[in-house]
T-cell receptor, first 111, second 114 residues
């Protein structure tokens, strides 16, 4: 069945470091792919999305590219800030409207 | 604008008691509705989803059930709670018929089974 696998955390970086959080998926057909973020004490919210192969989603300095050949959707940011500390979830939406998430990656940014 | 309401926010129940969590969406019609459980280290586990009234897809065999008696109402139930049912339950909605649509979450219900 469909599944999402993302790197386990926690990930701890210094401010202004480069960030990569890996995400790979297994799905039938061509799902839409998403990154959601959960800031401390808040609910989940959409960070970015990509709906077809080679699409790049971007928001708040974060980017992720839909790679069909490697079934991946890695999240990247060139220079992280303390305010980026949060839990990040990779997700896919399949053609039958099922939406599944990875286990989440907790990110700590040190000043 | 669309809103999603989920209740109760917290509840403490004894083992073997029944459960009913309710979720309603306003400001949209024919939404897709979802129930997730969020646990530390396990991310968001999809429990049930529904693309229409009376249509329920179950993802995880367990002690829970879901129903959709009205277009914008989604209910999570159990006849007899287990200790392992403790957790944080999230209801969410998305636009039906759009594979690109994002999820919008309720505020969650924290269930403690004693």
């Amino acid at each position: 069945g469909d599944s999402v696998t993302q790197m386990e955390g926690p990930v701890t970086l210094s401010e202004e470091a480069f960030l990569t959080i890996n995400c790979t998926y297994t799905a039938t057909g061509y799902p839409s792919l998403f990154w959601y973020v959960q800031y401390p004490g808040e609910g989940l919210q959409l960070l970015l999305k990509a709906t077809k192969a080679d699409d790049k989603g971007s928001n708040k300095g974060f980017e992720a590219t839909y790679r069909k050949e490697t079934t991946s959707f890695h999240l990247e940011k060139g220079s992280v800030q303390v305010s980026d500390s949060a839990v990040y979830f990779c997700a896919l939406r399949s053609l039958n409207d099922k939406i599944i998430f990875g286990k989440g990656t907790r990110l700590h940014i040190l000043p | 604008s669309q809103t999603i309401h989920q209740w109760p926010a917290t509840l403490v129940q004894p083992v073997g008691s029944p459960l009913s969590l309710e979720c309603t969406v306003e400001g949209t019609s024919n939404p897709n509705l979802y129930w997730y459980r969020q646990a530390a280290g396990r991310g968001l586990q999809l429990l049930f989803y529904s693309v229409g009234i009376g249509q329920i897809s179950s993802e995880v065999p367990q002690n829970l059930s879901a129903s959709r008696p009205q277009d914008r109402q989604f209910i999570l139930s159990s006849k007899k709670l287990l200790l392992s049912d403790s957790g944080f339950y999230l209801c969410a909605w998305s636009t039906g018929g759009s594979v690109t649509g994002e999820l919008f979450f309720g505020e969650g219900s924290r269930l403690t089974v004693l």
